[in-house]
């Protein structure tokens, strides 16, 4: 498979110097790891004390991971990416919410994205967290089955019908839902409202899409049982792979409570499960829809080559490539140029309300090995390729 991941002039097109030089100066940040820990633990409190820094925020971390603080910011965004052929998901990045108005202000909110989403050939994607809708403490709760009281009872009612008008208006406007996957101790039950969406609304094509966590060694199995029922019952599955961003977290919780990790041991097994699972849907596309989030540039090349050698479109539209916005512009500026799907994950909301989200963007980037490094070795080629033109 050729190599594409290196053309820097094709991946920062869109930059001028001075935003390629606030990346730089963001990243080189990001690769110093106390730096990280304290800038974490300081942005909270100097907001929570009303120190003047939203503005700082705004036009450094914020500019650089985010869209805007509203849909009609996003939309300038949104047409810049279009330019390039790179679609958008709009991603409402507030969260920790825990109240029944909260909730339901999330459902309209989202009924507000789909609408908007309807007309945007650029925006094919829609999506939600299931704690957007209930609490993480009630999914865990139908999730090992127990008993509920009468209150409980009816609390989940009206997390199931949050779900199923959002499902039901994304089907009507032809605007397929990405559901994310959070905490292996909350997933069960979501996964089980999420399969039922699935018989539901995914009678013609994949509308409703389940993420698959490929960290947790069980979802391989899990993709095989789907597919079956799917085929058995004629509907279809949408599949958004990602490998999991809640590790530290559930070894700790494994550990505490003494139950085996959900975890793979290692990150090579995990790394084989994220492409065993690429083959899997790339082999079943009859049933299986892909959207395929990745910033693992080996991941991508092996999609690539699968679709090669069996002959798929580089267009197929049961196939997508998806990045973070502010992250990996070499794989998905490139991949557009060369003909596939990609989109961006374009997280919007209030400065202090998506601080959360920023937050697991710069440890992510200290953690993952080697991610800040290549960001940085791209943006670094990239000028240098300026400075010589």
């Not at 494994?254 to 990150?267: F, H, L, M, V």
């Not at 961006?344 to 937050?359: A, M, Q, S, T």
Request: glycine share 4%; aromatic share 12%.
């Amino acid at each position: 498979m050729k190599k594409i991941f290196d053309n820097t002039q094709i991946a920062f097109a869109l930059k001028s110097n001075s935003q390629l030089n606030t990346s730089y100066f963001l990243f080189k940040m990001m690769s110093f790891k106390p730096l990280v820990k304290i800038g974490t633990a300081i942005i909270p409190f100097a907001l929570k004390i009303k120190l003047p820094v939203e503005n700082l925020i705004r036009k450094t971390i914020f500019n650089q991971f985010c869209g805007g603080i509203n849909e009609e910011d996003c939309l300038k965004v949104v047409d810049i990416l279009e330019t390039k052929a790179v679609s958008a998901v709009l991603d409402y990045a507030v969260e920790g919410k825990v109240a029944e108005s909260e909730f339901d202000n999330a459902l309209q909110k989202m009924l507000r994205i789909i609408e908007f989403d309807k007309e945007r050939q650029a925006i094919p994607f829609s999506v939600f967290k299931p704690t957007s809708f209930g609490r993480l403490d009630l999914y865990e709760k139908i999730g090992n089955h127990e008993n509920l009281t009468d209150a409980e009872q009816q609390e989940w009612q009206r997390v199931e019908a949050r779900f199923d008008k959002v499902c039901q208006e994304a089907n009507q406007k032809n605007v397929s839902i990405l559901i994310d996957a959070e905490e292996s101790w909350m997933q069960t039950a979501a996964d089980d409202l999420i399969f039922k969406m699935m018989r539901k609304y995914n009678t013609e094509k994949a509308i409703v899409f389940n993420t698959l966590q490929m960290y947790r060694w069980d979802r391989i199995d899990y993709l095989k049982e789907i597919h079956q029922f799917a085929k058995n019952e004629g509907f279809y599955v949408g599949i958004k792979l990602v490998r999991g961003a809640y590790m530290e977290k559930e070894k700790e919780r494994a550990e505490e409570k003494n139950y085996p990790s959900p975890i793979c041991a290692s990150k090579q097994e995990t790394d084989e499960n994220y492409n065993l699972a690429l083959q899997y849907i790339t082999n079943n596309l009859d049933v299986l829809s892909l959207f395929a989030g990745t910033h693992n540039e080996e991941s991508a090349y092996y999609l690539m080559e699968l679709m090669q050698q069996k002959n798929i479109a580089v267009n197929d539209s049961r196939i997508w490539f998806a990045q973070l916005y502010g992250m990996s512009d070499t794989m998905s500026f490139n991949l557009a140029a060369n003909g596939y799907n990609i989109a961006k994950y374009l997280p919007f909301g209030p400065v202090k309300e998506v601080i959360p989200y920023l937050i697991r963007r710069a440890q992510e980037n200290t953690a993952v090995a080697g991610q800040t490094s290549r960001e940085l070795e791209m943006i670094i080629k990239e000028r240098q390729r300026r400075k010589n033109a």
